[in-house]
């Protein structure tokens, strides 16, 4: 049997798709929530997971950020997978006769302009792959779905109308998870390094923690921030840097970081994806 990699989801979903086309090596095996694709890697059942973080359109995954800090996975691998959203049909269903879509909400906010030319009606559904499975299940022609084509591939579905997402820069980023670190070596190539932390409670705390990495030359592409412990007082960052560990310039922006700052963790350092650098 093939190594596996875990998704959140059903089989079909987005997130099932990414798994097919950047590991087609491995089993993607399907998981009910992130906790558990989590577990899987953790266990050893699994030696991936494949997991959504932000899409340009929807933005943030935010159930993500509460997990990473104590799930005890490194980030291996970033991925970004474009979305394309298709509309499916059962077998021999005429795209005139189709009267309502169904799909999870952000996606029909995705393909909202082309539904209303088609005169479409969406419906909201869980998300996209269980909406695949229930128009196959249920068997009405007058019914169908907007998913990805492993989800027609999955339920038997045929594609009624391809590529209907309103807009072309529909991209979600995945973040490739195991269970053991794998740190490119300082000369491989473009690198993004993850971390969380949390700020000491004095005046100007962040804009100092974030100052060494200005100073020192180094792109910080991304800095989330969330409430951590069930209150409003403690607020935990997570940031991508452009820029490996060993270097100088990191070194020493991480001193500034861990000076005012608490717990700094090191999420992990991975090649960046080709599409980060437009190469």
């Known amino acids: 049997m093939s190594a596996r990699i875990v ?3 059903e089989p079909g979903a987005y997130s099932h798709l990414a798994c097919r086309e950047h590991f ?7 998981c009910q929530s992130f906790a558990h694709a989590f577990a899987r890697v953790r266990s050893g059942e699994a030696a991936l997971a494949m997991i959504p973080v932000e899409n340009t359109v929807a933005g943030r995954v935010s159930d993500i950020y509460h997990l990473l800090p104590d799930g005890g996975l490194f980030i291996v691998a970033e991925r970004y997978q474009p979305i394309r959203h298709q509309l499916l049909g ?16 952000m996606a029909l906010g995705q393909v909202r302009e082309s539904l209303s030319r088609l005169g479409i009606d969406g419906i909201a559904d869980v ?4 909406a695949a499975r229930k128009v196959a299940e249920r068997g009405d022609a007058g019914v169908a779905a907007v998913a990805s084509r492993v989800a027609a591939e ?19 980023r995945f973040i490739v998870l195991s269970a053991e670190a794998s740190v490119p070596a300082p000369d491989a190539g473009p690198v993004v390094s993850s971390y969380v932390f949390r700020t000491r409670s004095v005046p100007s705390a962040l804009y100092k923690a974030l100052g060494g990495f200005a ?7 991304k800095l989330e921030s969330y409430m951590v412990g069930g209150g409003f007082a403690a607020v935990q960052f997570y940031a991508d840097v452009e820029g490996h560990p060993d270097s ?8 500034e970081l861990a000076f005012f700052s608490e717990d700094v963790r090191h999420l992990g350092t991975y090649p960046a994806d080709p599409a980060r650098t437009g190469s």
């Not at 059962?90 to 909400?105: C, K, N």
């Not at 998300?127 to 269980?130: E, K, L, N, S, V």
């Not at 100088?248 to 001193?255: N, V």
């Open 127 to 130: 998300d996209t792959a269980a």
């Open 90 to 105: 059962l077998p021999g269903a005429a795209l005139e006769g189709v009267r309502i879509a169904r799909s999870h909400p």
């Open 248 to 255: 100088d310039a990191m070194r020493h922006a991480l001193e």
């Open 154 to 172: 999955e339920y038997g579905l045929e594609i009624l109308a391809a590529d209907i997402e309103d807009s072309g820069s529909n991209t979600t």
């Open 7 to 9: 998704y959140q989801g």
């Open 24 to 30: 087609g090596d491995m089993e993607p095996w399907a």
């Open 215 to 221: 100073t020192n030359g180094l792109n910080l592409t």
